[in-house]
T-cell receptor, first 111, second 116 residues
Framework: QKEVEQNSGPLSVPEGAIASLNCTYSDRVSQSFFWYRQYSGKSPELIMS????GDKEDGRFTAQLNKASQYVSLLIRDSQPSDSATYLCAATMNRDDKIIFGKGTRLHILP | GAVVSQHPSWVICKSGTSVKIECRSL??????MFWYRQFPKQSLMLMATSNEGSKATYEQGVEKDKFLINHASLTLSTLTVTSAHPEDSSFYIC????????????FGPGTRLTVT
């Protein structure tokens, strides 16, 4: 059974610090990986996608993928109170295959 | 990124009635859309995969006769909750991806259903 595992948190990080979110996945053939942000009462919003080993940076966000260790992470630099949300890690094998979501990590940025 | 819309954004209905929720891909064609349900403070639960021109694929434990899915065109999928009951009250969200662009899936804004 394909699974994506995340620590549920909450993860509390001071404003301005780096928030580090981690995720592991069970299916070795997974090819595509995503991080979604979900605010309370809202639908998930795609913030990062990563397909190959290494780092991918977009503004304050950096996604890291290590397929050998089946590990994905998301770093948020200069954390802001507006970053407080639940972050969902997800994986899929191909375009039309369903995305397997983790249960999410709640992140609190402390002012 | 690709834009997905849902209608209505919220609906209140009486127990025993049916409710239809629409999911549209606004700027791309989607042969596959996904329907999720989320209860308060719980994680997303995939209900079914909607396939254009063919039957939907339901996840284990989801009643296909209660949650009717129709994907009649490349830009529209509908979810009908039939004979709704209070326990069907939830946040229903669809997602879709532009096959021509990437593997990414984009979510609609969701529909909050309250059954009284």
């Amino acid at each position: 059974q394909k699974e994506v595992e995340q620590n549920s948190g909450p993860l509390s990080v001071p404003e301005g610090a780096i928030a580090s979110l981690n995720c592991t996945y069970s299916d070795r053939v997974s090819q595509s990986f995503f991080w979604y942000r979900q605010y309370s009462g809202k639908s998930p919003e795609l913030i990062m996608s990563i397909y190959s080993n290494g780092d991918k940076e977009d503004g304050r966000f950096t996604a890291q993928l290590n397929k050998a260790s089946q590990y994905v992470s998301l770093l948020i630099r200069d954390s802001q109170p507006s970053d407080s949300a639940t972050y969902l890690c997800a994986a899929t094998m191909n375009r039309d295959d369903k995305i397997i979501f983790g249960k999410g990590t709640r992140l609190h940025i402390l002012p | 990124g690709a834009v997905v819309s849902q209608h209505p954004s919220w609906v209140i209905c009486k127990s025993g009635t049916s409710v239809k929720i629409e999911c549209r891909s606004l700027d791309f064609q989607a042969t596959t859309m996904f329907w999720y349900r989320q209860f308060p403070k719980q994680s997303l639960m995939l209900m079914a995969t909607s396939n254009e021109g063919s039957k939907a694929t339901y996840e284990q434990g989801v009643e296909k006769d209660k949650f009717l899915i129709n994907h009649a065109s490349l830009t529209l999928s509908t979810l009908t909750v039939t004979s709704a009951h209070p326990e069907d009250s939830s946040f229903y969200i669809c997602s879709a991806g532009d096959r021509g662009l990437s593997y990414e899936q984009y979510f609609g804004p969701g529909t909050r259903l309250t059954v009284t």
